[in-house]
């Protein structure tokens, strides 16, 4: 009999090894084996030049089942137990069905973006399995691009599997060593953090300091961490782990067995603790590992644009319009001047409290004579759009009171006259840019968005910044849990049917929905610039970003800070901006966005408008993109290409410490001479001590060039390239 078992558990594994696949990527550097293993449990493992990226990692899923009442003891009851379990399980008891393989190859344009095309080339496998005791199938499906592995979880149409809760996804990637990771705390509601670089086994000793106070935030584990995640192996490999097309579905972070080095997937749970309810048929997001042994490689990627669905908005490039913006709201986040309207009133009802009958208390930013100062600005410097803050009615108890109808989006304090501040952006040619804070009460604001939205046409906003600031309403729920993920792309897709673009903050990182519907022109979901005002950020913060955050689509970071000691704006603020003025100047190309603020003061800009010019200049649409120099941490330098004009420009960050950035201008055309005016950090200049200290310089260069440059700790430079003609060459050095 035992050899009988023996012999059996032989010919098993010998099966398991005939239905292994094996799938390479179109230029065969990638290379992804999927088995089932012992008990048919889906595996799969990748590898790059010969290099193991994931080791053998297991994939599924436990389902949520219903109590039974069962019975005490017997062969009965034991068996009744078995079922239940098995009817909890997708992940073992497989079989394969059939696979398939394709490729696939394709050239895309899209609206907006980095480049002016996007080639989506991949080779794919898709495996169907069937559990044989529930008669249930899934599919899995790979696809290998020359920069990385995309799968999913699908579950065709069946008798035996139609509406189900999801208990847990078990998606595992195991990793081959203990990487040095850049990552932010597990969170269910806030990717506001500071990025922490550290060992993988390293991250269970210093979590706890790494979650720092937020106004609404949830960890979850001592060693989860959240997507995107990147990682630096000790041979040089750089991996990225993140998700794309997250629709219908929660997000998913990473929680780390640090004794083994796996990380499995950890959704995000709703008010009753399920992770996602599903409908047959379905598919989950895309579970995503880029990997390159050149950072730059991770930062060029469009895979994660590549596994979502195509532009859905026939007629988007008529009226989705990259632009760069001022507005009313530095100047409330450092404290000079508030959201509020009076101190009158301890509580608001709206369309009951009287503010014609309030004593205003004088702070207010959004008022008439502050607002048209913002407008002329923009319309004498040539910027697009004014972002105004605080304009509607209810600010003075907006936040931390769990408060439903809290905001009604259309109605505006007694100082700010909608209709004349409509026509007088208008004469000056500004489009006006809708400010829409919800306090995270997303059910008032489902209630209002239609009328909120006419409200914005009627008065002649295309675009619009969102808000979730605090705890969800309905409470319990999380901002990243399934059902809050589909309000954010209710308000996205009802957004298009108004035309209205569409800029969240404290929603749902971004990944790559921005190509299916690219009215989604920005989100914040990650610390931006306003955290240096509470206390500051890491100096190489900016450096870590584009390696995660933007991995899944560009971030409205509210860059261009002049004046850094934040005492000068507010007495009572303390705070100080981690960056040099360069640095500054140089996000505007590092930290991609179709949708770029000038963030200060228009004083401060007036103080040193020789500076001011290179952020008056620089584009925010772009035809092409290189990547020069790239090392997660510490530096990244990147030259773009304007759309339409050919013009290019340049930046390039640094992180904690100086050092000397040596760069190649082979990416500018053949053949021409041009001016290059380059915006640096002065010797002596340094984030802390005198951030202020910058040189502007003209060089005459070609594509033959080179550039040795001076980069101060929390520094950067940054270059604008103008054709030149010899008369405006004289007198210039050459470089």
Same mark, same amino acid.
């Given at each position: 009999?035992?050899?009988?078992?023996?012999?059996?558990?032989?010919?098993?594994?010998? $099966?398991?090894?005939?239905?292994?696949?094996?799938?390479?990527?179109?230029?065969?550097?990638?290379?992804?084996?999927?088995?089932?293993?012992?008990?048919?449990?889906?595996?799969?493992?990748?590898?790059?030049?010969?290099?193991?990226?994931?080791?053998? !990692?297991?994939?599924?899923?436990?389902?949520?089942?219903?109590? @039974?009442?069962?019975?005490?003891?017997?062969?009965?009851?034991?068996?009744?137990?078995?079922?239940?379990?098995?009817?909890?399980?997708?992940?073992?008891?497989?079989?394969?069905?059939?696979?398939?393989?394709?490729?696939?190859?394709?050239?895309?344009?899209?609206?907006?973006?980095?480049?002016?095309?996007?080639?989506?080339?991949?080779?794919?496998?898709?495996?169907?399995?069937?559990?044989?005791?529930?008669?249930?199938?899934?599919?899995?499906?790979?696809? /290998?691009?020359?920069?990385?592995?995309?799968?999913?979880?699908?579950?065709?149409?069946?008798?035996?599997?139609?509406?189900?809760?999801?208990?847990?996804?078990?998606?595992?990637?195991?990793?081959?060593?203990?990487?040095?990771?850049?990552?932010?705390?597990?969170?269910?509601?806030?990717?506001?953090?500071?990025?922490?670089?550290?060992?993988?086994?390293?991250?269970?000793?210093?979590?706890?300091?790494?979650?720092?106070?937020?106004?609404?935030?949830?960890?979850?584990?001592?060693?989860?961490?959240?997507?995107?995640?990147?990682?630096?192996?000790?041979?040089?490999?750089?991996?990225?782990?993140?998700?794309?097309?997250?629709?219908?579905?929660?997000?998913?972070?990473?929680?780390?067995?640090?004794?083994?080095?796996?990380?499995?997937?950890?959704?995000?749970?709703?008010?009753?603790?399920?992770?996602?309810?599903?409908?047959?048929?379905?598919?989950?997001?895309?579970?995503?590992?880029?990997?390159?042994?050149?950072?730059?490689?991770? /930062?060029?990627?469009?895979?994660?644009?590549?596994?979502?669905?195509?532009?859905?908005?026939?007629?988007?490039?008529?009226?989705?319009?990259?632009?760069?913006?001022?507005?009313?709201?530095?100047?409330?986040?450092?404290?000079?001047?508030?959201?509020?309207?009076?101190?009158?009133?301890? %509580?608001?009802?709206?369309?009951?409290?009287?503010?014609?009958?309030?004593?205003?208390?004088?702070?207010?930013?959004?008022?008439?004579?502050?607002?048209?100062?913002?407008?002329?600005?923009?319309?004498?410097?040539?910027?697009?759009?004014?972002?105004? #803050?605080?304009?509607?009615?209810?600010?003075?108890?907006?936040?931390?009171?769990?408060?439903?109808?809290?905001?009604?989006?259309?109605?505006?304090?007694?100082?700010?006259?909608?209709?004349?501040?409509?026509?007088?952006?208008?004469?000056?040619?500004?489009?006006?840019?809708?400010?829409?804070?919800?306090?995270?009460?997303?059910?008032?604001?489902?209630?209002?968005?239609?009328?909120?939205?006419?409200?914005?046409?009627?008065?002649?906003?295309?675009?619009?910044?969102?808000?979730?600031?605090?705890?969800?309403?309905?409470?319990?729920?999380?901002?990243?849990?399934?059902?809050?993920?589909?309000?954010?792309?209710?308000?996205?897709?009802?957004?298009?049917?108004?035309?209205?673009?569409?800029?969240?903050?404290?929603?749902?990182?971004?990944?790559?929905?921005? @190509?299916?519907?690219?009215?989604?022109?920005?989100?914040? +979901?990650?610390?931006?610039?306003?955290?240096?005002?509470?206390?500051?950020?890491?100096?190489?913060?900016?450096?870590?970003?584009?390696?995660?955050?933007?991995?899944?689509?560009?971030?409205?970071?509210?860059?261009?800070?002049?004046?850094?000691?934040? !005492?000068?704006?507010?007495?009572?603020?303390?705070?100080?901006?981690?960056?040099?003025?360069?640095?500054?100047?140089?996000?505007?190309?590092?930290?991609?966005?179709?949708?770029?603020?000038?963030?200060?003061?228009?004083?401060?800009?007036?103080?040193?408008?020789?500076?001011?010019?290179?952020?008056?200049?620089?584009?925010?649409?772009?035809?092409?993109?290189?990547?020069?120099?790239? #090392?997660?941490?510490?530096?990244?330098?990147?030259?773009?290409?304007?759309?339409?004009?050919?013009?290019?420009? $340049?930046?390039?960050?640094?992180?904690?410490? +100086?050092?000397?950035?040596?760069?190649?201008?082979?990416?500018?055309?053949?053949?021409? %001479?041009?001016?290059? %005016?380059?915006?640096?950090?002065?010797?002596?200049?340094?984030?802390?001590?005198?951030?202020?200290?910058?040189?502007?310089?003209?060089?005459?260069?070609?594509?033959?060039?080179?550039?040795?440059?001076?980069?101060?700790?929390?520094?950067?430079?940054?270059?604008?390239?103008?054709?030149?003609?010899?008369?405006?060459?004289?007198?210039?050095?050459?470089?």
């Amino acid at each position: 009999m035992r050899k009988l078992s023996i012999l059996a558990l032989l010919l098993l594994c010998l $099966l398991n090894l005939a239905l292994a696949q094996e799938l390479k990527s179109p230029n065969g550097k990638l290379l992804l084996n999927f088995s089932l293993q012992n008990s048919g449990v889906p595996t799969y493992s990748l590898t790059y030049k010969g290099k193991p990226v994931i080791k053998p !990692s297991k994939l599924g899923f436990d389902l949520k089942t219903k109590p @039974r009442d069962e019975a005490s003891g017997g062969s009965d009851a034991n068996m009744e137990q078995k079922n239940v379990n098995l009817q909890g399980s997708l992940h073992s008891n497989f079989t394969l069905v059939s696979n398939q393989t394709t490729n696939y190859d394709e050239t895309w344009a899209p609206v907006w973006g980095e480049v002016k095309t996007i080639r989506n080339h991949y080779n794919e496998l898709a495996v169907t399995l069937n559990q044989q005791q529930t008669n249930r199938q899934m599919v899995i499906r790979f696809r /290998l691009f020359d920069d990385g592995l995309g799968f999913r979880y699908e579950f065709p149409t069946q008798k035996n599997l139609t509406y189900f809760v999801i208990k847990e996804e078990r998606t595992q990637f195991a990793m081959a060593g203990d990487h040095t990771a850049y990552w932010i705390a597990g969170d269910y509601d806030t990717q506001e953090y500071d990025y922490t670089t550290s060992k993988l086994s390293e991250i269970r000793g210093i979590m706890a300091k790494a979650v720092t106070a937020n106004i609404s935030q949830t960890p979850f584990s001592p060693t989860g961490v959240q997507t995107s995640l990147m990682m630096k192996s000790k041979d040089g490999l750089y991996i990225n782990l993140h998700e794309a097309a997250l629709i219908n579905y929660p997000v998913m972070h990473l929680n780390l067995d640090d004794k083994n080095m796996v990380f499995e997937s950890w959704l995000t749970p709703d008010a009753v603790g399920d992770k996602g309810y599903m409908q047959a048929p379905c598919t989950t997001p895309w579970r995503t590992v880029l990997v390159s042994d050149d950072a730059r490689d991770i /930062l060029a990627s469009k895979m994660t644009y590549n596994l979502n669905e195509p532009n859905k908005i026939k007629d988007a490039a008529s009226w989705i319009k990259p632009t760069k913006y001022v507005g009313v709201w530095w100047e409330m986040i450092t404290g000079k001047s508030t959201w509020s309207y009076t101190n009158d009133y301890p %509580t608001i009802q709206l369309g009951i409290t009287d503010y014609t009958k309030a004593q205003p208390h004088g702070k207010h930013g959004a008022n008439n004579a502050n607002v048209k100062r913002y407008i002329d600005f923009a319309a004498k410097h040539g910027f697009g759009g004014v972002l105004v #803050e605080g304009w509607n009615q209810g600010w003075e108890d907006w936040f931390g009171n769990s408060k439903d109808y809290v905001f009604d989006f259309v109605t505006p304090y007694p100082d700010f006259n909608v209709q004349e501040i409509r026509d007088y952006a208008k004469s000056k040619g500004v489009k006006m840019i809708m400010h829409h804070e919800t306090s995270s009460s997303v059910r008032n604001y489902e209630r209002h968005l239609d009328k909120a939205y006419q409200f914005m046409k009627d008065n002649g906003y295309d675009a619009v910044k969102s808000g979730y600031v605090g705890d969800i309403l309905p409470r319990g729920e999380n901002h990243y849990s399934q059902w809050i993920v589909n309000h954010y792309q209710y308000a996205l897709e009802k957004a298009a049917e108004y035309k209205i673009m569409v800029n969240a903050h404290e929603a749902v990182r971004p990944t790559g929905i921005a @190509r299916t519907y690219p009215n989604l022109i920005g989100n914040e +979901s990650a610390r931006g610039t306003e955290y240096q005002s509470f206390g500051g950020s890491k100096p190489n913060h900016v450096t870590v970003l584009p390696f995660t955050r933007l991995i899944g689509g560009p971030m409205d970071y509210t860059p261009g800070i002049f004046e850094m000691d934040l !005492s000068k704006l507010n007495p009572d603020n303390g705070s100080h901006v981690n960056s040099t003025l360069a640095n500054q100047l140089a996000l505007y190309l590092t930290l991609y966005s179709p949708l770029q603020m000038a963030a200060d003061l228009p004083e401060n800009y007036e103080r040193f408008p020789d500076a001011f010019q290179f952020i008056k200049d620089v584009a925010v649409d772009w035809d092409d993109s290189k990547y020069l120099e790239a #090392e997660p941490g510490e530096y990244v330098t990147v030259a773009r290409k304007a759309k339409g004009t050919g013009q290019w420009f $340049l930046g390039s960050v640094g992180g904690d410490n +100086s050092r000397t950035s040596n760069i190649k201008f082979d990416f500018l055309d053949k053949g021409k %001479t041009y001016i290059a %005016t380059i915006y640096a950090d002065a010797k002596d200049a340094h984030y802390k001590t005198n951030p202020q200290a910058y040189t502007i310089k003209k060089v005459v260069v070609t594509n033959k060039s080179k550039l040795s440059q001076f980069v101060a700790p929390g520094g950067g430079y940054a270059i604008s390239f103008e054709v030149a003609t010899k008369d405006k060459t004289k007198g210039l050095p050459k470089l």
